[in-house]
């Protein structure tokens, strides 16, 4: 158990709809990052926040967005889904130390089908 | 941006035989190299990392050597086991990752590892 929670596991929607995955970092974890897994993409930067800002931008959707609240929880919200949006989704943390070795730790993914 | 290639796709081999993946990455500042092993239906699990300082790294049956001059770096396995079995990731760490944060991985497409008992 990474100490990385993401709810929820599975979820089927219909093309058109919008969905909201939830995580929780690591306790301490100031960092969260967004990552899609798909066959074809393999793993996928999306986006970083770090203690609520936005840091980094990777091959995010401009119908994706997320944010980071003040408990450090992160919601990652896809509207107008399409069908290829169908991918597991991971949230990963880390300290955010300037240390280069900052390890970063994953959940164990949220499911999306879009049919 | 970085670009990482990782190679075979797909390994398969007899337990107690050593396997070694092997990756590529485009930008010479890339400075942190981890390994991630996946198991089906879980998250990508940390098993080893190299820092751009360090030529080789070991832990127990694993190790990962880095050649910053060819831009390459290789996770080895030795006396596989059976529960090794899984997809196995190489990433590296941009170095305009910037910030406080020193994330945003770029991963190779991943090695499906399979040990025949």
């Known amino acids: 158990d990474s100490g990385v929670t993401q709810t929820p596991k599975h979820l089927i929607t219909a093309t058109g709809q919008r969905v909201t995955l939830r995580c929780s970092p690591r306790s301490g974890d100031l960092s969260v990052y967004w990552y899609q897994q798909s066959l074809d993409q393999g793993l996928q930067f999306l986006i970083q926040y770090y203690n609520g800002e936005e840091r980094a931008k990777g091959n995010i959707l401009e119908r994706f967005s997320a944010q980071q609240f003040p408990d450090l929880h992160s919601e990652l919200n896809l509207s107008s889904l399409e069908l290829g949006d169908s991918a597991l989704y991971f949230c990963?943390?880390?300290?955010?130390?300037?240390?280069?070795?900052?390890?970063?730790?994953f959940g164990e993914g949220s499911w999306l089908t879009v049919v | 941006g970085e670009n990482v290639e990782q190679h075979p796709s797909t390994l398969s081999v007899q337990e107690g035989d050593s396997a070694v993946i092997k990756c590529t990455y485009s930008d010479s500042a890339s400075n942190y190299f981890p390994w991630y092993k996946q198991e089906l239906g879980k998250g990508p699990q940390l098993i080893i990392d190299i820092r751009s300082n360090v030529g080789e790294k070991k832990d127990q049956r694993i190790a990962v050597t880095l050649n910053k001059t060819a831009k390459h770096f290789s996770l080895h396995i030795t006396e596989t086991q059976p529960e090794d079995s899984a997809v196995y990731f190489c990433?590296?760490?941009?170095?305009?990752?910037?910030?406080?944060?020193?994330?945003?991985?770029?991963f190779g497409q991943g090695t499906i590892l399979t040990v025949h008992p």
């Open positions: 990963a943390s880390s300290v955010s130390s300037r240390d280069i070795g900052n390890t970063i730790y």
């Open positions: 990433a590296a760490r941009p170095a305009n990752a910037g910030g406080t944060s020193y994330g945003k991985l770029t």
